[in-house]
């Protein structure tokens, strides 16, 4: 029997984590196998269950002793996948006072700020506080791009995320991420600058109130301008028309104070129509369309312009029908202009590849599903400008420039390569797979059709040449249709809009989930009693080692206090990783290297390191078949 594909549903249902049972701890007393337990339900995506087995162990460690910052960590991560944004912050806060040192704690605190309006600036700094502490591990680096992603920072972000997968080559997050960096993936509130100190509830607001301003008064134009040509053309009612058609910018006024009252943040709005393409257009063509209208009906010629049959007009008549054209059909004209730009907007083939990596993830499959209908969306426009370019400049030997469609068709899937999850994509959207192989067959013809008179074949350039026009409609009812049913369901559709971030996404938890590094009964003993400790750092001149002479002290949680000169203050504020060196201060058995991250504690003046790894090893002589410890 051939084995189950991973991504096939019906596997995911037989192999679903949330299925699995988490085993109790075995010592219901110790804090740490109750972090355990609670790191396993946040496995299984039960963030109630992680929730409570977080609270247990803080009831039983109150200070947070044993486990140092894990339960908050554990807690706050909770919280988050709970939508309990405020408690998760708090979580994460303690989290930090405890282990000011751990990377962990900052990439949690950096995570949690990311949800809470106006503290994006403070998540970044946390985030880069993680990335400083740990650079060798990916998930900060992962945080880091999400944060740039999220504003549109796409270098930085592709930055980012290459140094994730560098440390981690099949990390989900970085690869479906990237992805989107390549196709210059905008989110949903486009308007809203995450680093602004408001609520993007706020800006939303405004972006509505603009939103219906330009929707309502292009329609109350449009319509309006019908109406004027009505009475002045079908009734003879020059008069009424042109009275009537003044009065329309009244209406408009009328519109545009009853929306200004609901936009609050007038002083946000430039940098809103900045930063979004779309309203910024919206907002400027409605103003052109008034303009326009006024220029209309102030010109409305006493007969319609004959533009399709007839003399040709002369040149007022053709002004003034440009003027209708743009009160008219200035909608239609910015749709189609939307769909085009977001179909030719950034690098979908490379996207592709990105997503295929991380196809076993569902959002990476929704990716790539979304993607390939970009795909579909520049393979059909091809072929529909050459027919637009042959019909303008009225010369049919530029028809088979069509023909670079299946050319270009034929480089994508070698660039993107044969992966499964393109594979499956088409294989289960039947109407992608027949938009783009219509579109090319259509592509075909259309070059066909340009090449045949060169040929001595006119009648079949012609056939060619109307087929290929009737096969490049039935894409584009495809698409209508999927988009109406994607809107009715309430679904995601075959547009860029449904593109979405990998959030968490995968079955490996995130790095801030995982236990702190802990010392052993006998490192901590040989820091406790040493006397002939050795701090080692990085200086301007290369690194160097100073003797402390003695730990201060050494928490509950492994972390060390020492006290040390001034120069060692200033070279932990530069580059806080640090390595402390001790031996075993009875028999000289072993030594212990514990490395970690130094943050001076101005109050008791100590350096407070917090381990992030233990290396021991053996002195040479009778003890050499000893086993290491960490």
Not at 443 to 471: D, Y
Not at 540 to 566: D, H, K, M, N, Q
Request: net charge positive.
């Amino acid at each position: 029997m051939p084995p189950r594909d991973p991504a096939d549903p019906r596997h995911e249902r037989e192999h679903d984590p949330a299925l699995v049972p988490v085993p109790q701890p075995r010592d219901p007393a110790d804090p740490r196998q109750w972090c355990a337990v609670a790191a396993a339900w946040l496995g299984r995506d039960r963030p109630e269950a992680a929730l409570e087995a977080a609270r247990r162990a803080l009831d039983l460690d109150p200070r947070s002793e044993s486990g140092a910052d894990w339960g908050y960590r554990l807690a706050s991560l909770a919280f988050e996948r709970l939508g309990r944004d405020a408690e998760a912050v708090a979580a994460a806060e303690e989290a930090v006072r405890l282990a000011p040192g751990s990377w962990a704690a900052r990439m949690r605190l950096g995570a949690a700020l990311r949800r809470v309006p106006g503290r994006w600036r403070e998540s970044r700094a946390q985030a880069a506080r993680a990335v400083r502490y740990a650079p060798e591990e990916p998930d900060p680096h992962v945080l880091a791009g999400d944060l740039a992603l999220l504003r549109g920072e796409y270098d930085l972000a592709e930055t980012a995320y290459r140094e994730a997968l560098r440390r981690l080559p099949d990390h989900p997050g970085a690869r479906v991420n990237l992805g989107l960096t390549r196709l210059r993936w905008e989110r949903p509130r486009a308007h809203h600058d995450p680093a602004w100190p408001v609520d993007p509830r706020e800006t939303g607001r405004a972006r509505r109130a603009l939103e219906r301003w330009s929707r309502q008064t292009r329609i109350l134009l449009a319509v309006a301008l019908v109406v004027v040509c009505a009475a002045e053309f079908g009734f003879g009612l020059a008069s009424v028309a042109r009275i009537g058609g003044g009065l329309v910018p009244l209406a408009v006024l009328a519109i545009t104070l009853r929306q200004a009252h609901r936009v609050r943040l007038w002083s946000y709005v430039p940098r809103m129509l900045v930063r979004d393409l779309w309203l910024g257009m919206s907002i400027s063509i409605t103003l052109v369309a008034v303009a326009a209208y006024v220029a209309a009906v102030a010109t409305l010629p006493a007969e319609a312009p004959p533009l399709l049959s007839g003399p040709a007009p002369g040149a007022p008549g053709v002004v003034w029908a440009g003027l209708a054209g743009l009160v008219l059909l200035n909608g239609t004209a910015l749709l189609v202009l939307r769909v085009l730009v977001e179909a030719w907007r950034g690098r979908p083939i490379r996207a592709l590849a990105e997503f295929a990596a991380a196809a076993g993830d569902r959002t990476a499959r929704r990716d790539v599903n979304v993607t390939l209908w970009l795909v579909a969306g520049r393979v059909w426009s091809v072929p529909v400008a050459v027919v637009v370019a042959v019909v303008v400049l009225d010369e049919r030997s530029w028809a088979p420039v069509a023909l670079v469609v299946p050319l270009a068709l034929g480089w994508a899937r070698g660039r993107a390569g044969t992966a499964p999850g393109l594979a499956r994509a088409l294989a289960s959207d039947h109407g992608l797979a027949a938009a783009l192989a219509l579109s090319a067959s259509a592509s075909v013809l259309l070059g066909a059709a340009g090449a045949a008179p060169a040929l001595g074949l006119v009648t079949v350039g012609e056939w060619a040449w109307w087929a290929g026009i009737a096969l490049l409609a039935v894409p584009m009812a495809i698409f209508a249709a999927r988009s109406v049913r994607a809107w009715w369901r309430g679904a995601p559709g075959p547009w860029r809009a449904s593109l979405v971030m990998c959030d968490g996404c995968g079955s490996r938890l995130p790095g801030d989930a995982g236990p702190p590094v802990g010392l052993s009964g006998e490192v901590r003993a040989a820091f406790t009693y040493a006397r002939g400790v050795v701090l080692a750092y990085a200086d301007p001149s290369g690194p160097r080692a100073l003797a402390v002479g003695a730990v201060s002290s050494v928490g509950p949680s492994g972390e060390l206090r020492l006290i040390a000169a001034s120069d060692a203050w200033e070279a932990a504020e530069r580059d806080p990783r640090v390595a402390v060196f001790v031996a075993d201060p009875l028999d000289r058995r072993f030594w212990a290297e514990v490395r970690g991250i130094a943050i001076g504690d101005t109050e008791a003046d100590l350096l407070r390191i917090t381990p992030k790894e233990v290396v021991v090893g053996e002195y040479p002589g009778r003890h050499q078949g000893r086993a290491h410890r960490g």
